[in-house]
């Protein structure tokens, strides 16, 4: 897995920090991490701090002034890892919703089976999550749904956080007209992967949810993802014409 780094983006992750960080780099001595921290008043920064003195050169922190969004946080952590020529870059949650064995999973779909793009996806074989209350399930399954069907992908699982990036399809698409920031932001990134024609592929995986920390999904971050997709649909048509 040479030339893959994991971007995990913080706040207030004390409690999960170290053991997710342990938990990846046992899946290969060739995967390097980079957390994207927001200032987080818990201080997870200085528990990764300490860490980067056992993963040397391999345990990557940036610092942000302040709490800017999920989208933000990634974006800033994809200028990062193309600046260093990773060959994939993947986006991972710090609370263990995503299981870090999956990791080789989402790499072999990209190295060896050809796709520009692997997402570990909760609804390609059906309804794979955990913990969670029927209500949420509702919700993320429909808007997956809602989202298939005004964009036109042939995506299950649009709002997907787990994600296997060839270099290739960030340095297509210009992180800099990325308008959203919230959960939309996932839509966003496999939307413009889309339209470029980028062959994406879904691996089924079972998502998890938190058991330590707390859950950043506001009522914001929901009407983003409703309405920030028609109008993400609508600009593409635009151009288009």
């Not at 818990?42 to 860490?51: G, N, P, R, S, W």
């Not at 994939?88 to 263990?96: L, P, S």
């Not at 009522?219 to 014409?241: H, T």
Request: charged share 25%; with cysteine.
């Amino acid at each position: 897995m040479a030339g893959t780094v994991v971007i995990i983006p913080t706040y207030n992750e004390i409690e999960n920090i170290e053991a997710i960080v342990r938990a990846v780099f046992s899946q290969s001595e060739d995967i390097h991490i980079l957390v994207v921290d927001d200032n987080s008043p818990d201080l997870t920064a200085i528990k990764v701090k300490e860490l980067q003195k056992e993963f040397t050169n391999r345990l990557h922190l940036e610092v942000r002034e302040e709490k800017s969004g999920l989208g933000t946080a990634y974006i800033h952590g994809f200028k990062w890892s193309l600046e260093r020529d990773y060959s994939y870059v993947f986006e991972m949650d710090a609370d263990f919703s995503h299981n870090p064995e999956d990791i080789k999973r989402l790499y072999h779909a990209c190295h060896v089976d050809g796709a520009d793009m692997s997402i570990g996806s909760r609804y390609v074989t059906g309804v794979n999550v955990v913990n969670w209350p029927m209500t949420r399930v509702l919700m993320s399954y429909l808007a997956s749904k809602y989202v298939r069907f005004i964009t036109g992908m042939k995506i299950h699982d649009t709002t997907a956080g787990f994600v296997c990036y060839k270099k290739e399809v960030l340095q297509a698409i210009d992180l800099n007209a990325i308008k959203f920031i919230g959960y939309a932001f996932q839509i966003e990134m496999k939307f413009k992967a889309y339209l470029k024609q980028f062959k994406i592929i879904e691996v089924p995986v079972i998502f998890t949810d938190r058991t330590k920390g707390e859950s950043k999904l506001s009522s914001g971050i929901i009407s983003e993802a409703i309405f920030g997709v028609i109008s993400m649909k609508l600009k593409s048509l635009f151009k288009k014409s």
